[in-house]
């Protein structure tokens, strides 16, 4: 019996997560953001693989340099952003 009222609560907080959603989001001002029912949850950093990124792309570095930026940038039909020179005065 405990398991159907889990299950009947749990539907029925769907439902009013959603109507109130809905009304909130028909009701909403202009050029206001939608308000999305489902939230992303970001996924937890695969602390490994972001070493082992981090140090191919730090020999890259030694071997070739930074122009593998600019080629990227390239390759996507893209400009590379020019930074101006910051002087102290």
């Not at 071997?63 to 390759?75: F, H, L, P, T």
């Amino acid at each position: 019996m405990k398991a159907y009222e889990n299950k009947t609560v749990e539907q029925t907080t769907y439902i009013r997560n959603a109507v109130l959603n809905a009304v909130s989001n028909a009701l909403r001002k202009k050029n206001k953001r939608f308000v999305d029912l489902w939230k992303k949850a970001q996924k937890p950093l695969d602390k490994e693989k972001a070493q082992v990124d981090l140090s191919v792309v730090l020999e890259t570095e030694k071997k070739e340099g930074k122009d593998w930026v600019s080629r990227i940038y390239e390759a996507n039909g893209m400009q590379p952003p020019k930074r101006e020179e910051v002087t102290d005065g």
